[in-house]
């Protein structure tokens, strides 16, 4: 969501999905995470975890939530999504795999290429934050781009020489 954020700001056209089958958030413990389903309004989630314990203003997960709601009404799931979209950008391998999966399975109705980008980034507010004007910057450089598909691997190459992250990227069909 901090890409999310970030894109927003600048005046890029965004939407961000989660690809499981539920939201999962940090919990009282690690093998218990606080679970909601996909659409449950950012501002029930916000109020539900600010009574439940202290600790979610101390890990930073209120702050987090609070900026969702600002965004946002409520997180979306990928693979319910109609949209059709020239690029997308996960930040976790299994996100990638799960929308190239999706993606295939849909079937090439449109014979519309997407490209489809993973930028691995540690799931913290501290990477997050960096790795948001890192994706700005990606898709600076594909909007300036004239044709997307010849200049891909040379976008892509230009920016890992900038930035640290690892990188993955696929072509597939809507």
Known sequence: MEAHHVLFKKGFKVASYGTGSAVRLPGPSIDKPNIYSFGTPYDHIYQELKAKDPKYTQNGLLDMLDRNRKIKRAPERWQETTGVFDVIITCEERCFDAVLEDLINRGQERHKPTH??????????????????????????????????????????????????????????F
Do not use: C, S
């Open 116 to 173: 489809v980008i993973n930028i691995e980034i540690k799931d913290n507010h501290e990477d997050a934050m960096l790795a948001g004007r890192a994706i700005l910057h990606m898709a600076q450089m594909i909007e300036k781009t004239k044709d997307i598909d010849q200049d891909i691997e040379k976008l892509l190459e230009e920016w890992k020489e900038k930035y640290p992250y690892a990188i993955l990227h696929g072509v597939t069909f």
